[in-house]
């Protein structure tokens, strides 16, 4: 079966730019959940949903950014503009009814 | 916001011998208390939970331990081999359903040859 589907893998822009990073979660799951992770804060999540309903975005940082979940199948989380301090790694994860999450194997961000 | 706090940071072992990672959380309206495994590159994947109707599980050379009054969960690696190399966090939900998993900082294992 195939795991959560992240892309890009690694992405490099500059400062002010536009960045959106996509997720498929693993099919019939659903919970969807984004999460950062950086040396000083460890793993923080950001935002999750409830078949495909944001529940919780107390966890974004700020409003430059945004998560959509327009069907079940399909993330996003934009960052707009971008700033060197949100270089990071981006992992989506997924749940289906349990207690497991399955995470992605992350967006690498460099902003530059 | 720090609800799971894990220690040590780091640790370094020699082969065959025993790894442990403690993590104490503060919310103990849930019980579901999870051990996640990281290796460079990759993303967290579940290693071992448990759920305090039992205060210790033990899966192949991984035992999580559970002390209620304390507020503490322990994860054991017997037999540490240099695969075992990672990063593993704890967590623990802060509501209901397990919906939302919060994690510790994580410990970085070196397991030497």
């Known amino acids: 079966d195939a795991g959560v589907i992240q892309s890009p893998r690694h992405e490099v822009t500059e400062m002010g730019q536009e960045v959106t990073l996509r997720c498929k979660p693993i099919?019939?799951?659903?919970?969807l959940f984004w999460y950062r992770q950086t040396m000083m804060r460890g793993l923080e999540l950001l935002i999750y949903?409830?078949?495909?309903?944001?529940?919780?975005d107390s966890g974004m940082p700020e409003d430059r950014f945004s998560a959509k979940m327009p069907n079940a199948s399909f993330s996003t989380l934009k960052i707009q503009p971008s700033e060197p301090r949100d270089s990071a790694v981006y992992f989506c994860?997924?749940?289906?009814?349990?207690?497991?999450?399955?995470f992605g194997e992350g967006s690498w961000l460099t902003v530059v | 916001q720090q609800q799971v706090k894990q220690s040590p940071q780091s640790l370094i072992v020699q082969k065959g011998g025993i790894s442990i990672i403690n993590c104490a959380y503060e919310?103990?309206?849930?019980?579901?208390f999870p051990w996640y495994q990281q290796f460079p590159g990759k993303g967290p994947a579940l290693l071992i939970a448990?759920?305090?109707?039992?205060s210790e599980k033990k899966e192949g050379r991984f035992t999580i331990s559970f002390n209620k009054s304390a507020k503490q969960f322990s994860l054991h690696i017997m037999d540490s081999q240099p695969g075992d190399s990672a990063t593993y966090f704890c967590?623990?939900?802060?509501?209901?359903?397990?919906?939302?998993?919060?994690f510790g900082k994580g410990m970085k294992l070196t397991v030497n040859p």
């Open positions: 919310n103990t309206a849930f019980d579901y």
């Open positions: 448990i759920r305090p109707d039992v």
């Open positions: 949903f409830n078949n495909n309903v944001p529940i919780d």
């Open positions: 994860a997924s749940r289906e009814s349990g207690n497991t999450i399955y």
């Open positions: 099919s019939g799951h659903n919970s």
């Open positions: 967590a623990h939900p802060t509501q209901g359903g397990s919906e939302k998993l919060v």
